[in-house]
């Protein structure tokens, strides 16, 4: 992976921490909205080799800044071509990088409003290196992004944003597009429902966002295409320099895996890390093209003429169409469903299907028995059950025959998510709550996480922990909150771990009379408009914990003066990151806000930790005694820390089963990817 322009691995221990910024940077121009850190702070305070390298960084970003604000547009968008042109002659990406970081910021500047803080640009140095970069929520990660996605695009050869819904893939390119065409450069979005060209396109854009999913099926969907194709000869799909093109018929969407840069990391790299991206078989559209260009050939293959639309070559036995006979493929008419099948294939089909027909005789090389096609014995005239002839050769003469064709239903392909990402020659990734997970990030993808400082001061602050009996009293109180927090007029967010947990709380405080807003995991794009608005004075939000994620809450001053949004816990997530992401709602950028978390004896957590003796030992006592749970707090996080290792060991054992069968796949000569069992 590393050339002289990354030093991914560099870093010994699991975390590093940038230390904070204090004050205002001297040297900065005017015109700029936000307090720059003293890059002197910074110095004599232990920092690392690394820490330094990137305070010198910032010296020389900063240096460009007085000529490119004078500069029009068009000026701006020549340089990023130099640039461009520099890094495809070999110039390194870290030489070039103070200058397109500098570009990139003013372009920023001037489209978006936005100019990247000095956090921001520590933190897309770090992306550079191959880190993941910890940044608190609401601390401008989609424009932090912009940096590392606009340096490795330079050298053409694709750099994707990996997100975890198509919301945000599309949220955060759009917000984007402005700052990536003053540069000259082209962004391109993939979705669920895009089709093969669509992808394509996207793909083939400078910057591609879209989520992890996506773009580990279309890993796998061109694979059992080149497949098809008998286009893999190596294991060559990983090696970022991929040149799938040439060849005819349909064309890999993907054009090799360079750089990726993951959002939310720990969720997609660790969380969804535990389950295989699985393609079950060929889709029923490609499947029913194959079986319709089999007809097409049985139906046309009598109307071709020996030595004038083919050959037989007298060395293999094999039917060559030639310049007539191919002539006469492109001039048949062909049903719609075919129109996209490639040229070269309907020369096969029809090379099969004339094959067929001069050489493949009913009841003499085959019969047909109970709606299947039998072979006879060639040898011993008897009838080989069970066999069947290769090469699509059978299916051409199922075609012949007017009988149900036996496409196979397709190779089952699958790809973890760890296979994915380790494919990309450079990879980084970005989150909030990366802390827990660090040693696992830089074990399994060898990225270190580095913390960066947040802009402003955090004063997020945290209430104390509460535990009751069991969930009514929580809720009982919990409404209770709402209710006190109505009163001043401060906005509540509540996370539930089910829906219809959220809606048991949404009825209790409908029964007391508290307007509010319920939200789940299923609409994502309405959710988000919600969750922008949940910041207002005297909202109330309900909401799984899973909702509103990367939606930015806006909080009118009058409201943070008044001590901004409170959220509620109401439960225990099986991971602490989820918890985190929920209370990273409140007290974004250094806004003022605080949180609780609710706990009880029945919670999910200690049956999920402890096992289901001890979980219902517990939910007894707390239904039975009225008496004050609070001692019982530190156990809950426990169980909370047990789930994570064992979900952690859960990991690790499918990273070593996939290993071990890749190993013996390779040894096989088989592809680990397609050649999956069942
Ligand atoms: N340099 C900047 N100048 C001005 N505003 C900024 C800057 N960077 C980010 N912002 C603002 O900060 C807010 C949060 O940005 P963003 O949604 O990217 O945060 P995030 O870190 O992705 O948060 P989350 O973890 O919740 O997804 C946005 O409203 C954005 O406009």
Redesign the pocket.
């Known amino acids: 992976m590393s050339t002289s322009e990354t030093a991914p691995n560099e870093a010994n221990d699991s975390i590093e921490s940038v230390p904070a910024p204090v004050a205002q940077d001297a040297q900065a121009p005017e015109s700029r909205?936000?307090k720059d850190v003293p890059l002197k702070s910074w110095l004599g305070m232990g920092a690392s080799t690394r820490i330094r390298r990137w305070q010198r960084n910032l010296q020389k970003i900063a240096a460009w800044e007085p000529l490119l604000i004078k500069e029009n547009n068009e000026e701006i968008r020549k340089r990023s071509l130099a640039l461009r042109y520099r890094a495809k002659s070999g110039e390194s990406l870290a030489s070039l990088m103070p200058e397109a970081y500098a570009l990139v910021r003013e372009a920023?500047r001037r489209t978006?409003?936005?100019?990247?803080?000095q956090v921001?640009m520590i933190g897309g140095m770090a992306l550079h290196e191959g880190c993941i970069s910890e940044?608190?929520?609401?601390?401008?990660?989609?424009?932090?992004a912009t940096l590392p996605l606009y340096l490795h695009s330079l050298l053409g050869k694709g750099s994707h944003l990996a997100t975890v819904n198509d919301y945000?893939a599309k949220r955060?390119a759009e917000w984007m597009t402005p700052l990536f065409r003053t540069l000259g450069v082209s962004v391109g979005i993939v979705q669920t429902e895009c089709d093969q060209g669509q992808r394509r396109e996207a793909y083939n854009s400078d910057i591609t966002y879209g989520t992890a999913k996506e773009f580990g099926f279309d890993f796998l969907r061109d694979r059992l295409l080149l497949r098809a194709q008998n286009r893999v000869q190596s294991d060559f799909l990983g090696d970022g320099e991929s040149n799938f093109s040439g060849g005819g018929g349909d064309k890999p969407v993907m054009r090799g895996v360079h750089f990726c840069l993951v959002?939310?990391a720990d969720s997609i790299l660790i969380d969804e890390a535990r389950t295989p991206l699985i393609i079950g078989s060929i889709e029923d559209q490609v499947r029913e093209q194959i079986v319709q260009t089999y007809l097409w050939a049985a139906r046309h293959a009598p109307e071709f003429v020996e030595n004038e639309h083919f050959e037989i070559n007298p060395d293999t036995k094999q039917i060559e169409l030639i310049g007539r006979g191919r002539q006469q493929v492109r001039s048949l008419p062909r049903p719609d469903l075919i129109r996209t099948v490639g040229l070269v294939d309907l020369y096969e089909f029809m090379e099969r299907g004339i094959k067929v027909h001069q050489e493949f005789f009913l009841d003499r090389h085959y019969v047909v028995r109970d709606d299947e096609i039998v072979i006879v014995d060639e040898f011993t005239g008897r009838l080989a059950e069970g066999r069947k002839w290769r090469d699509g050769i059978h299916q051409a003469i199922e075609a012949k025959e007017g009988m149900e064709i036996s496409v196979p239903t397709g190779q089952a392909a699958r790809i973890t998510i760890q296979d994915l990402f380790l494919r990309y020659k450079y990879l980084a990734g970005?989150?909030?709550t990366a802390a827990t997970s660090a040693p696992e990030l830089k074990k399994i993808y060898r990225t270190p996480v580095v913390r960066v400082p947040t802009?402003r001061p955090p004063q997020r602050i945290p209430l104390k922990d509460l535990v009751f009996g069991d969930m009514h009293s929580k809720f009982v109180a919990i409404v209770d909150e709402v209710v006190e927090m109505n009163r001043l007029g401060r906005p509540v967010l509540i996370g539930t771990r089910s829906i219809d947990k959220s809606e048991l709380l949404s009825q209790m405080l409908e029964d007391k009379g508290i307007k509010h807003e319920v939200l789940n995991a299923n609409k994502v794009a309405e959710e988000a408009a919600i969750v922008e608005e949940a910041g207002k004075r005297g909202r109330v939000t309900v909401a799984t914990n899973m909702a509103g994620?990367?939606?930015?809450i806006?909080v009118p001053k009058d409201v943070e003066a008044e001590g901004g949004i409170h959220v509620i816990c109401t439960e225990l997530h099986d991971s602490a990151r989820v918890d985190r992401?929920l209370i990273?709602?409140c007290g974004?950028?250094g806004d003022q806000g605080s949180y609780r978390q609710y706990l009880s004896l029945d919670d999910d957590i200690l049956k999920n930790g402890y096992g289901p003796v001890k979980a219902a030992r517990w939910k007894q006592l707390g239904a039975d005694s009225g008496s004050s749970f609070q001692s019982y707090a530190a156990m809950f996080r426990k169980a909370q820390q047990k789930v994570e290792r064992k979900h952690f060991r859960d990991r690790m054992v499918l990273l070593h089963h996939e290993r071990e069968r890749k190993k013996m796949q390779r040894e096989l000569g088989q592809d680990p990817y397609l050649d999956t069992p069942d």
């Open positions: 909205a936000d920023g978006l409003g936005m100019r990247h803080y921001q940044m608190q929520t609401g601390e401008g990660k989609t424009l932090t945000l955060d959002d939310e970005m989150t909030g802009n994620r990367g939606t930015d806006k992401q990273g709602r974004r950028q």
